[in-house]
């Protein structure tokens, strides 16, 4: 076992002798990555309360949060750089010395009767030249085996960094000390108003303090993969994108990647490990959340890897029919659920999965729980998680850890929309492709603030996670077709599964179905299927989706594959109103004011 005292590298020793000098834990454990240390550290959580050891499925536990803290807190996180402008009006900004005068004092003995655990992980198989190392510091041991599963831990990547091998530095505690002979808690965590967290990305720094939940505390993920990382990105001249990676195959036997930005609740892991319902063909997953993409030195195109180990995915709705290939993967073992319901058999339990009625079960909250009787809303939290192995997903790519990443055939935009976006739309350009991810947008419903109709702008899915002013991420998506190792860009697709009927009715079947729009875009690829230009994008024309064997009228398909010119003209002033939310600054790209005005001429 590696101690403080064995660290050669005198940043490294003297980064971590600082954080131990504040927060005071009783011990400092340097992590490894083993199977032992996995297992001893979720023995203790079975002794201290946090985890519950299943019975099935194997070598599986079940954590249950403080009802406070269930999920990401965006009015609690921020980006702590230099200036207000870098950070731009979809972030919450805090001038960094500030910051971390704030941070001097809640870190202040904040770890006092607990070990502070060392985390080294890579993020993306560590011999890659796409992948970043970090070290994590924590008082958690639950991140430190859910940081052993979502990313890659060792004792090498440790002995890299202190050779000198650059690193992120990220620091978490959750912010609930113990005093001599106070007892713990199972989840310890600070309340909301105490939560932060934070992202210096001048200084490549993450600091988080006063949460346990994963979007929040491990800091390999949303963090460091997007916040972080999308600040490095833009300066290395690569792409850190919140997407789902899959490969798709065709009958004939030829390979295509796709990547695909869906904000939040729009199915981006059914998507990555779909059962495609068109004979001969196969989709196969290389990542379902995150996508770091850099042009190739040989072929000219984008690559992708997946920087995550593990699938950290919503809970409720997952099932042997929305996705057989997630719930295969969970119950390969190995898996850490959280704020799901606890059967009597100790297994798992949430709404719309695969058992309908589970009998008295125990709910997120530790109430007695059963369907006649429950004591308030559902079992499971509607965020409840499961964090699992991604290598024993059963339609994981053999290639999803190779070291070159994969090459990127097209980009997939997609929300939710019930009206007016059509079920795929092809972009005339790169230029015109960014500009659709700059207006992502989902309908909000009746009970959301804003109202029906009105449109929740999420830009290329990652409102909350772009490190720096959104309108330069923007220009840096454009400056990419100038990349000076690009021969060929993936084309760009606006999805929208979701289009309904005037009655309500979903237009669209979905899931499996999906994969007739795949079929449609990977000959699309190839310069094969048929489109029609329009004033929105390219559209399949009325055959070019193969519908064999589909139960969808033909008013329906029409719907689908047709442009709502009046719908489109009735969207354009949000769209402005949007772009010009953002250009506070004055920085938008005009490319991108240039596509607004070019898409209002075409719509006349
Ligand atoms: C998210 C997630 O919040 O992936 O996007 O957990
Ligand atoms: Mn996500």
């Given at each position: ?365 530790r109430r007695p729980w059963n369907k006649a ?17 991604a290598r024993q997903c059963p339609v994981i ?104 009927g005037e009655d309500g009715h979903f237009l ?97």
């Amino acid at each position: 076992m590696t101690t403080l005292k064995d660290l050669k590298n005198a940043e490294l020793k003297s980064w971590l002798q600082g954080w131990v000098d504040l927060c005071k834990p009783t011990d400092v454990y340097i992590c490894n990555g083993s199977k032992e240390e996995y297992d001893s550290l979720c023995d203790l959580m079975v002794k201290t309360g946090t985890f519950i050891k299943l019975k099935t499925p194997a070598n599986s536990y079940l954590a249950r949060s403080d009802k406070s803290d269930v999920a990401r807190v965006e009015e609690r996180t921020f980006i702590c750089s230099k200036t207000e402008k870098d950070a731009g009006v979809t972030n919450h900004w805090k001038e960094p010395g500030e910051m971390m005068a704030e941070f001097n004092k809640v870190f202040d003995g904040a770890m006092q009767g607990r070990t502070m655990y060392v985390i080294p992980f890579s993020m993306g198989n560590p011999e890659s030249p796409l992948a970043k190392y970090g070290i994590e510091i924590t008082d958690s041991p639950y991140v430190v085996v859910n940081m052993e599963i979502m990313t890659r831990v060792s004792q090498v990547i440790l002995d890299r960094i202190d050779a000198g091998h650059e690193y992120v530095h990220a620091v978490h505690s959750n912010g609930a000390p113990l005093a001599d002979g106070q007892a713990d808690v199972p989840w310890p965590c600070a309340p909301v108003e105490k939560k932060y967290i934070s992202q210096f990305p001048e200084e490549r720094k993450i600091i988080s303090f006063g949460s346990g939940y994963g979007g929040n505390a491990l800091l390999g993920k949303k963090c460091f993969a997007l916040r972080i990382a999308t600040v490095l990105a833009r300066e290395e001249g690569w792409m850190a994108e919140h997407m789902l990676i899959l490969k798709l195959t065709s009958p004939e036997g030829e390979v295509k990647y796709v990547t695909g930005a869906f904000p939040s609740a729009c199915g981006k892991t059914n998507l990555a490990m779909l059962t495609p319902t068109i004979p001969g063909w196969k989709v196969e997953t290389v990542g379902d959340d995150i996508a770091w993409m850099r042009f190739n030195e040989k072929d000219g195109m984008l690559h992708a890897i997946n920087p995550e180990a593990g699938f950290f995915g919503v809970a409720p709705g997952t099932s042997m029919k929305s996705n057989p290939n997630a719930m295969k993967t969970i119950n390969g073992g190995n898996t850490i659920f959280t704020n799901v319901a606890l059967t009597e058999d100790y297994s798992y339990w949430w709404e719309d999965g695969d058992v309908k009625d589970p009998g008295n079960v125990v709910d997120w909250l530790r109430r007695p729980w059963n369907k006649a009787n429950n004591p308030a809303g559902p079992a499971a939290h509607k965020n409840s998680r499961f964090t699992t192995p991604a290598r024993q997903c059963p339609v994981i790519a053999p290639e999803w850890e190779d070291p070159e990443g994969v090459p990127i055939s097209a980009i997939l935009f997609g929300g939710r929309r019930k009206t007016v976006v059509p079920l795929v739309n092809e972009s005339l350009s790169w230029e015109h492709g960014v500009f659709m991810g700059a207006t992502m947008s989902s309908e909000m419903t009746a009970a959301t603030l804003g109202g029906a109709g009105q449109l929740r702008f999420d830009p290329m899915a990652m409102l909350p996670f772009i490190g720096y002013n959104a309108c330069d991420y923007f220009q840096h998506w454009l400056d990419m077709a100038k990349h000076r190792l690009c021969k060929k860009l993936p084309k760009i697709y606006y999805v929208n599964w979701f289009r309904r009927g005037e009655d309500g009715h979903f237009l669209w079947p979905g899931y499996g179905d999906n994969s007739r729009v795949l079929k449609w875009i990977f000959e699309r690829c190839d310069g094969k299927a048929a489109a029609n230009e329009t004033a929105i994008g390219n559209l399949p024309t009325e055959d070019a989706i193969d519908m064999s064997g589909l139960d969808v009228s033909a008013e329906d398909k029409k719907t689908l594959l047709s442009v709502d010119t009046e719908g489109w003209k009735a969207t354009l002033p949000q769209f402005k109103d949007w772009l010009d939310k953002l250009n506070k600054y004055g920085n938008m790209p005009k490319e991108i004011f240039a596509q607004f005005e070019e898409l209002k001429k075409r719509l006349g």
